[in-house]
């Protein structure tokens, strides 16, 4: 709409200038490996129409239902793969254990104390768990030595398993399992389009150069930095209040 006023429409120039910053900075919340994240009752998200392929949901379901597999998930930040994870093990009737291997604890009896919590809280609630930036574990040099405490683990285990990534973590090799390895694809830019339509704040009425076409098209953006940058839209209206 061409109607906005000058101030509704500085607030949106400003909002579109959070969009480069957001796009290369954003990653979803993280726990601690020694702190268990529980993701049994997922949040509303961007991800949900890529929840909408039964087909690739399916898939997942059946992967994740055998312990003898391990599932590897790839793909980038916000594309929604703890999310496919989290409705694989909805179709199960399992809750969700969640960490981020990331933050994992690099002296080796501490990790050896952490992950013996985590699998007995996983065992005991017959959760699936989800191995978060999988690949960002023990990744530097000389850090090698600390695979075959999580590998152990994981080939010990009957838990279900899976494997969040960007690319394949190395020690994977090490595993006696089945891999199955699926990646989650980036949005298509129709879908990119229909996720702004569903979360973009209503109040705030765009200028024709801002339009949503526009905006998918300078800007490709996974489900998760949408939904991380429509909240920053809806956080700026509130902060410089409505109209003009």
């Not at 990653?27 to 268990?36: M, N, Q, R």
């Not at 980038?76 to 694989?88: I, P, Q």
Request: net charge negative.
């Amino acid at each position: 709409s061409t109607g906005a006023s000058p101030a509704l429409y500085r607030r949106i120039r400003l909002a579109e200038r959070t969009l480069e910053f957001l796009s290369g900075r954003l990653a979803p919340p993280a726990s601690a490996l020694g702190t268990v994240a529980t993701f049994a009752a997922l949040p509303p998200d961007a991800e949900s129409l890529l929840l909408e392929d039964e087909a690739l949901v399916g898939r997942i379901t059946r992967a994740v239902a055998s312990p003898a597999q391990l599932v590897v998930l790839r793909g980038g930040l916000g594309v929604g793969r703890k999310s496919l994870a989290g409705a694989a093990a909805r179709e199960l009737g399992a809750p969700v254990l969640g960490i981020d291997l990331s933050r994992a604890a690099l002296e080796p009896a501490e990790l050896a104390r952490s992950l013996t919590t985590l699998f007995r809280e996983a065992r005991m609630q017959q959760a699936v768990l989800v191995l978060d930036r999988a690949d960002e574990f023990a990744d530097r040099e000389g850090q090698a030595g600390l695979w075959p405490i999580l590998t152990e683990r994981i080939a010990q285990s009957a838990l279900q398993i899976a494997v969040v990534c960007e690319h394949n973590p190395p020690w994977l090799a090490r595993l006696p399992r089945v891999i199955v390895e699926l990646d989650v694809p980036f949005p298509s830019e129709e879908i990119q389009h229909r996720l702004w339509v569903r979360h973009l704040p209503p109040a705030l009425h765009l200028e024709a150069d801002l339009s949503i076409d526009a905006i998918v098209h300078k800007y490709a953006l996974s489900g998760g930095s949408i939904l991380a940058t429509t909240d920053e839209l809806t956080r700026i209206d509130h902060i410089h209040g409505r109209g003009g």
